[in-house]
């Protein structure tokens, strides 16, 4: 079955700092592999997302993830962190054809001044 | 804009009722979806719909019960046979044709937070 698991559900970093949110996949076939951030009591949005091609995604807000097969990993980073990514940010991936997100549990980001 | 529109942002309920959460989109989806979420469980599907007049049952159905009687609108109801209600509720749709192989990306409304009194 396909599972995301997202490792550490809580990361603290400085303002400034590295980003740095794991997340690995469980699938018998490429997955289609997202990011999404969530602020306090809205919607999520969309990070970026990897479909084909190239394995290292740019998305907005200077985020970045790479598509690693070997590692079935799809880690989530920014080089400097900046207050206002203070967020909770979900992994997702979809390897079949009947468009149903897995979702990994979350990960919480806090920056600290 | 094109977006999906939730409604109420807030809700408060008496145990015992039933409340419907609206969910009304303009981008031309297909296919419609609505997720739970608790702290520290991260998104549970309830229901979805990939085409007017049908839908099917998510992982968390029991005590939910929705339509899709137009394109445009997808309301969840919250019947008294759900046991633990409060929780932040999400919907979601994906472009393309239904039944299609899509990349699956999703756009959401901005919730629903139902608080059971």
């Known amino acids: 079955a396909q599972s995301v698991t997202q490792l550490g559900s809580h990361v603290s970093v400085s303002e400034g700092a590295l980003v740095l949110l794991r997340c690995n996949y469980s699938?018998?076939?490429?997955?289609?592999l997202f990011w999404y951030v969530q602020y306090p009591n809205q919607g999520l949005q969309l990070l970026l997302k990897?479909?084909?091609?190239a394995t290292l995604v740019k998305g907005i807000n200077g985020f970045e993830a790479e598509f690693k097969k070997s590692e079935t990993s799809f880690h989530l980073t920014k080089p400097s962190a900046h207050m206002s990514d203070a967020a909770e940010y979900f992994c997702?991936?979809?390897?079949?054809?009947?468009?149903?997100?897995?979702w990994g549990l979350g990960t919480s980001l806090a920056v600290n001044p | 804009d094109g977006g999906i529109t939730q409604s109420p942002k807030y809700l408060f309920r008496k145990e015992g009722q039933n409340v419907t959460l609206s969910c009304e989109q303009n981008?031309?989806?297909?296919?419609m979806y609505w997720y739970r979420q608790d702290p520290g469980q991260g998104l549970r599907l309830i229901y979805y719909?990939?085409?007017?007049?049908?839908?099917q049952k998510g992982d968390i159905a029991e005590g939910y019960s929705v339509s899709r009687e137009k394109k445009e609108s997808f309301p969840l109801t919250v019947t008294s046979a759900q046991k633990n209600p409060t929780a932040f509720y999400l919907c979601?749709?994906?472009?393309?044709?239904?039944?299609?192989?899509?990349?699956?990306?999703?756009?959401f409304g901005e919730g629903s937070r139902l608080t059971v009194l």
């Open positions: 997702a991936a979809n390897a079949g054809n009947n468009r149903k997100l897995i």
């Open positions: 699938s018998s076939v490429p997955p289609y």
């Open positions: 719909s990939q085409i007017v007049n049908d839908f």
């Open positions: 990897y479909t084909t091609g």
């Open positions: 981008l031309n989806h297909d296919a």
């Open positions: 979601a749709s994906i472009g393309g044709l239904a039944g299609g192989q899509g990349t699956g990306e999703l756009f």
